[in-house]
T-cell receptor
Framework: ETGVTQTPRHLVMGMTNKKSLKCEQH?????MYWYKQSAKKPLELMFVYNFKEQTENNSVPSRFSPECPNSSHLFLHLHTLQPEDSALYLCASSQEWAGGPTDTQYFGPGTRLTVL | GQNIDQPTEMTATEGAIVQINCTYQ??????LFWYQQHAGEAPTFLSY??LDGLEEKGRFSSFLSRSKGYSYLLLKELQMKDSASYLCAVRDSNYQLIWGAGTKLIIKP
C-alpha cells in the first residue's frame, strides 16, 4: 500500500465516548500532521510531529491527544468531544517539518467525524 | 494577521478555461501551493510557485506575483473530473502553511 492511509473513514461518537483515529504513511517521511477541515473554512493545523517529536500544538483543546510511536504512524485520541468538533480530520506527511520551501505535504483521505 | 483569500465557488463549462485567483497577506513568503480536493477525498498536490511567473503542467498552470501577493491557477480544456475544490496555501517565514478556505469549482456540460 502506498501513500497516506487513515482509519476509520467515518466515525460517529457520543460526547462521553473515547475513540482513536489512526494514520499511516508509506512514503518514508519524517514529519506527520493532523489537520481539522470544517465546511467552508481553511484547514486548521492541530499537531505536528517531526522525527517522532511533537513540534507544534496550535492551541488544541486537551480532549484531543496525539500520539506518534514512530515516523510512520500517528494517532489522534479523542475523549469527551463536543458537537462542534464534528469535521473531517486529515492526516498528512512530508519529508521534514520546516525542511525547506519545497517540502510538500501529502494527505490521507481523512476521517469524517460526527459527534452527537 | 495572516490571510488567504480565494472565491468560494466558481462555475465553468466543459472544454472551457477557468482561472482561480488567490491573494495573500502573510508574515514572510516561502512558496505557494495549489491542491485539488475531490469531495470526500484527500487533497492532492498540484503545483508549487516560489518565483514570479508561470509554471505549466499539462492542462494546469499556476502563476505567482510576489509583489502583488497574488497567484492564480489556470485550468484549460476543462473536463467533468475537474469538478473539485482547489486549495491555495502559502508557506510563511516560519515554514508553516497558511491555507485558504478553498474554491469549489463546478463544471457543467
Amino acid at each position: 500500500e502506498t501513500g497516506v492511509t487513515q482509519t476509520p473513514r467515518h466515525l460517529v461518537m457520543g460526547m462521553t465516548n473515547k475513540k482513536s483515529l489512526k494514520c499511516e504513511q508509506h512514503l518514508g517521511h519524517n514529519a506527520m500532521y493532523w489537520y481539522k477541515q470544517s465546511a467552508k473554512k481553511p484547514l486548521e493545523l492541530m499537531f505536528v510531529y517531526n522525527f517522532k517529536e511533537q513540534t507544534e500544538n496550535n492551541s488544541v483543546p486537551s480532549r484531543f491527544s496525539p500520539e506518534c510511536p514512530n515516523s510512520s504512524h500517528l494517532f489522534l485520541h479523542l475523549h469527551t468531544l463536543q458537537p462542534e468538533d464534528s469535521a473531517l480530520y486529515l492526516c498528512a506527511s512530508s519529508q521534514e517539518w520546516a525542511g525547506g520551501p519545497t517540502d510538500t505535504q501529502y494527505f490521507g483521505p481523512g476521517t469524517r467525524l460526527t459527534v452527537l | 494577521g495572516q490571510n488567504i483569500d480565494q472565491p468560494t465557488e466558481m462555475t465553468a463549462t466543459e472544454g472551457a478555461i477557468v482561472q482561480i485567483n488567490c491573494t495573500y497577506q502573510t508574515s514572510g513568503f516561502n512558496g505557494l501551493f495549489w491542491y485539488q480536493q475531490h469531495a470526500g477525498e484527500a487533497p492532492t498536490f498540484l503545483s508549487y510557485n516560489v518565483l514570479d511567473g508561470l509554471e505549466e503542467k499539462g492542462r494546469f498552470s499556476s502563476f505567482l506575483s510576489r509583489s502583488k501577493g497574488y497567484s492564480y491557477l489556470l485550468l484549460k480544456e476543462l473536463q467533468m473530473k475537474d469538478s473539485a475544490s482547489y486549495l491555495c496555501a502559502v508557506r510563511d517565514s516560519n515554514y508553516q502553511l497558511i491555507w485558504g478556505a478553498g474554491t469549489k469549482l463546478i463544471i457543467k456540460p
